[in-house]
């Protein structure tokens, strides 16, 4: 549990509340204009990808950094 990517996850959550996530959503998905609703499906879509994207980063970041922590304290005991 320790590189669950804690701080993308709570950015997504205050996005997602905040009053201009809310018109993104409920344009992709409300919406009655056909242009609106794909003009928003598209934001949300790129969104998510920015999203999964800085999850990654995230987890890549804290992966390398526990294991070149892992390998320091190795070479302390020796």
């Known amino acids: 549990m320790r590189r669950w990517p804690w701080i993308t996850l709570i950015l997504a959550v205050l ?37 999964v994207s800085l999850a990654l980063l995230e987890w890549l970041a804290k992966w390398l950094v526990t294991r070149r922590r892992a390998a320091k304290g190795r070479r302390t005991e020796s």
């Open 15 to 51: 996005v997602a509340i905040s009053p201009l996530g809310r018109e993104v959503f409920e344009g992709a998905f409300v919406s009655g204009e056909q242009l609106s609703r794909s003009i928003s499906q598209f934001m949300l879509a790129v969104g998510l990808a920015i999203l």
